[in-house]
């Protein structure tokens, strides 16, 4: 069945960085369009990047352009969220989604706060 497991999460100060991981699994992954997303406890999950199956094309929501980074290893089947001078409004749970699958993973913490 399809696994997404997140890895990478933490506790950073404004201006840090982190890396984020989803484990793939269950699916024919390097076909698959895959997605980062985040929530606030409230809020609706909003999307935050989307890379396709080769990894030629990637999209970012605003308020990340530019700081954050989507990435695959497909031979690995993971895609990579790396972000860059975070911000207090970054902190969110950030879950990845495989396109056409309706299964979410855990999701990992990011808190940014000095």
């Known amino acids: 069945q399809v696994q997404l497991v997140e890895s990478g999460g933490g506790l950073v100060q404004p201006g840090g960085s982190l890396r984020l991981s989803c484990a793939a699994s269950?699916?024919?992954?390097?076909?698959?369009?895959m997605t980062w997303y985040r929530q606030a406890p409230g809020k609706e999950r909003e999307l935050v990047a989307t890379?396709?199956?080769?990894?030629?094309?990637?999209n970012y929501a605003d308020a990340v352009k530019g700081r954050f980074t989507i990435s695959r290893n497909n031979a690995e089947n993971t895609v990579y969220l790396q972000m860059n001078s975070l911000k207090p409004e970054d902190t969110d749970v950030y879950y990845c989604?495989?396109?056409?699958?309706?299964?979410w993973g855990q999701g990992t913490q990011v808190t940014v706060s000095s």
């Open positions: 269950g699916f024919p992954f390097n076909y698959v369009t």
């Open positions: 890379i396709t199956g080769t990894g030629v094309t990637t």
């Open positions: 989604k495989a396109a056409m699958f309706s299964v």
